[in-house]
């Protein structure tokens, strides 16, 4: 059997598959990122390969159609709104799951062509508070870690990051790492006991949000034991002293950590050297996911324990492609290759560089801005590509309504039924992991390439193509006549060499040669060079910035705060890891984790049903009792749809809570009622 290199679609890892058209999986062992290891989700992906459920061609309005009719229609219904209402009445709303070359065509399309900037993705759900805290304190979303930094740190802290279940691949990394090095110390800080916290040495159990207050405490801690690095502040950091004079006015106590936890932590963490503090959706997913990430920053920058190996702050992104989407501006406040688009500058040359008519101007909508302004009827036509927002973004009930509210709905998908695409005018048929080829860049901005070992099915397309086949129905074939993702692939790896008198550093031209049906696995800006190593950042006077951040209000706390996330063995709203019949044996209904008192409390025993409450709906789970949630909060996976589960959505839950600076979900701190099913 012939075995063809790729990468598995799940996490952020980016881990190498050698696969098979019989659905055989192997790790590839010369893969950078796991080097051979793969996880369960990984390894069971040969189990989701098959046919069934698939949309095999394009429909409008339940009937099949052709592709030359839907395309048309579609450009037909964007092109009118565009002429009656203006470019900011259309939208996209794209995915993590992208490959770079379908979000590169799609914002080149929305941001160049079509004059708007509302195009944005779910990694808005997953990473924005990092790419806001990155710009704040560095000037650019650039992430300075790399996994061989993992294996080299003496103090590993993970915050909000169950990576056990997350990124199993790192974690297994790690584990191997401290297995041959016992003097590794690894430090956990969750709410909630998960996988992870076995691996730590520490378990520290902070209240929701209380990441501030104990970053903070850290950054006083450091300035009162005279362990700052004074020479990197005063050559390579400004806003050191409002940043230390603002946390001091905080108390650590606030985290819910013990003084004598608190000290412990402090002193490990003054006292070494190669610190990593690696952080996700924890930190990101909240109401002030943006501070949490400048507060860790800032204590990194504080002792420059940033820019050498071993050593930094790593937001690691839970998609494929999150950080490839970030790349080419994949989002609704930034333009390709980390530019500004509130930067006239930067809007100039990259419309240069398109030979565009347009460029927007401004930041266009966020996720959840997006639908908002889907339900006040402001948009009139939406494209939705490879995400099930109906499912996925909170007050899920109320973006389902949003979506249903706006007079043209176009979703590409792989699948024929999803809870988003039943809500469609036009179904477009994508082609799907396995079947399409194209480049993704992973948590350490390693670029590998996915590539097809099964045919295309029906008359699925690949994304990159439709977006160009439409846009050349718009009137725009010259800027979209692309015949490959090699050729898209080409023109960004252009632009980056293009922009760099700007200085970004996003430089692509190691790739300007690169053969791209055999590009090995390479990392940006080159594999030997270090962000931040020579102290320069990106701020016009090369300075990073330390920023002053506030401990959040506590918020009156009565209900219960319901924190969401995955699963060991699904992936997202589980349209291809539920195939799996190995991995639905893991944990195969929905359900919350209740502490046993709370659960004493509510005369709820093992096997009966929760039903959680909010003002926005109901669901209904099964109560798993346990102490990994600490008392008066709760944690119920986010994976079932109304398809699946009806009862068993969460994200009906959630109320459109987001950071103010990133416009993410504050996923993690839900506030609902609990009480046992049938309970009067
Ligand atoms: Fe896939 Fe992530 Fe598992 Fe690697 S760790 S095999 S990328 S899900």
Redesign the pocket.
Known sequence: MNLTRT?????????G?MAGADGTIK?DPEHP??FG???????A?GQTIDLEGRLLAPQIGGRDAGWDETLDLIANKFSTAIRDHGPDSVAFYLSGQLLTEDYYVANKLMKGFIGSANVDTNSRLCMASSVAGHRRAFGTDTVPGTYADLEQADLIVLVGSNLAW???????RIAEAKSARPSMRVVNIDPRKTATSALADTHLRIVPDGDISLFNGLLTYLADTDALDQHYLKHHVSGGLPAITQARLGDPLESGLSHDELEQFYQLWAGTKKVVTVYSQGVNQSECGSDKVNAILNCHLATGRIGKPGCGPFSVTGQ?NAMGGREVGGMANMLANHLDIENPDHRAKVQEFWKSPTISAEQGLKAVDLFEACASGKIKALWVISTNPAVSLPDAEGVAAAIANVPFVAVSDIMARTDTGDLADVLLPATGWGEKDGTVT?SERRISRQRAFLPAPGQARPDWQIICDVAARMGWSDAFGFSSPAEVFAEYVALSTATMDFGRDLDLSIFADADYVNMIPTQWPQNDKRFFANGGFYHPDGKARMLPVSTPKASARDAFTLNTGRNRDQ?HTMTRSGKAPRLGAHLAEPYAEIHPEDAAALAISAGDLIELSSPKGTSILRALITDRCARRQLFAPMHWTRQQSSAGLVNNLAISVTDPVSGQPASKANQVSARKFGAV
């Open positions: 990468v598995c679609p799940y996490c952020g890892v980016g881990c598959i790790g990122a796991n290891r793969l996880c369960s989700k990984g390894s992906l997350c990124h199993p691949v790192l974690h297994q494929p992973n992936w």
